[in-house]
């Protein structure tokens, strides 16, 4: 498709955002915002090319098809998505991305966004865990990709903000930080180890993001974003799943408490930054 097919599709979706005075910065304006701020840091600078190409993001295309998945009836009990409560409301999306993970009185846990969604879809439309709009997480066949995008895009600019009010909301948090400092594997790597190095530590073309540093943390939880070289757009769960195996950790399932857990930990790591959304990556 030409950059300028990809970039007329996004443009419904575009306009839409208009008026929204928080989301009504491209998420390339908020990096560049946070580039001056930082006077070029070295993690977010590293890919003048990604910066470019990001009006022209296909996770754009990804979101209008997740639109249409959303409102969309479907499932066993065809019904659309639009009444799905992801913590601010039923059918309130803007600004429910940035405060996620949140506590759900309906579920006693606390969920973040994909096991959020999960949630409604079984619920509201009768999905189960057999069925592909359910099983497939990843990849351009994935509806859950196409709607976290959607959904996540609504929350552009805005500050990360996970509400941690309920015990479990800390709890889950606390977890998080654990996992996150806790050395283990066969590797003996925490996510420290890569991600509490000095600005501009590299594993090779790779500039690695500092979790103590806002300006950087954010782009770097900043997901959904267009993976380059994976030629699609990935999720949170999918980035922990990714470093986990860069440790040499078992492999763990989608929606567990562990990924729950260090989304919580590293959402709150941002707090206050704002999301770039949807992202580009390398
Ligand atoms: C062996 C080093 C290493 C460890 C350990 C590691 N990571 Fe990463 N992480 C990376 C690299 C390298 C990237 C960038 C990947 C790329 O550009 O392809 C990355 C990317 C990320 C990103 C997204 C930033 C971006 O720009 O793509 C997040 C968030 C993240 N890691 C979190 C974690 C968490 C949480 C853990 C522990 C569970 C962890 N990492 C453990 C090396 C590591």
């Known amino acids: 498709m030409t950059k300028l097919k990809q970039a007329l599709s996004a443009l419904p979706l575009a306009l839409a955002l208009v ?43 990804w979101a209008a098809e997740g639109e249409k998945l959303f409102k969309q009836p479907r499932g066993p009990k065809n019904a659309s998505l639009e009444k799905c409560d992801f913590g601010k409301g039923p059918g309130v999306l803007k600004g429910a991305y940035v405060e996620l993970p949140r506590y759900f009185a309906d579920t006693g846990r606390v969920m973040d966004f994909e096991s959020r969604l999960v949630h409604c879809m079984k619920t509201l439309q009768g999905f189960t865990d057999n069925d592909p709009q359910i099983k497939v997480r990843h990849g351009e066949k994935s509806d859950i990709m196409k709607i976290t995008t959607y959904v996540a895009m609504q929350s552009n600019g805005m500050p990360w903000n996970p509400p941690m009010n309920h015990p479990l909301e800390k709890a889950m948090r606390d977890a998080g930080r654990e996992l996150f400092f806790r050395r283990a594997g066969p590797m003996d790597f925490n996510c ?25 943390w954010t782009k770097a939880v900043s997901w959904p974003a267009w ?35 260090i989304i919580s930990f590293w959402t709150d790591a941002a707090r206050g930054q704002p999301a770039i959304l949807p992202d580009m990556k390398r």
């Open 227 to 261: 993976r380059v070289g994976h030629e699609a757009v990935r999720s949170s769960q999918h980035r922990v799943l990714e470093c986990l195996w860069q440790m040499r950790y078992p492999n763990i399932m989608p929606d567990s408490d562990v990924h729950i857990a």
């Open 192 to 216: 420290a180890t890569c991600h509490l190095n000095p600005p501009g530590t590299r594993i090779r073309a790779s500039v690695l993001p500092n979790v103590k540093i806002g300006e950087e």
């Open 19 to 61: 008026g929204n005075a928080s989301a009504s910065k491209a998420p390339e304006d908020i990096l560049d915002e946070l580039i001056a701020k930082t006077k070029n840091d070295p993690y977010l600078t590293q890919s003048p090319q990604n910066r470019m190409m990001m009006p022209d993001n296909p996770a754009y295309e």
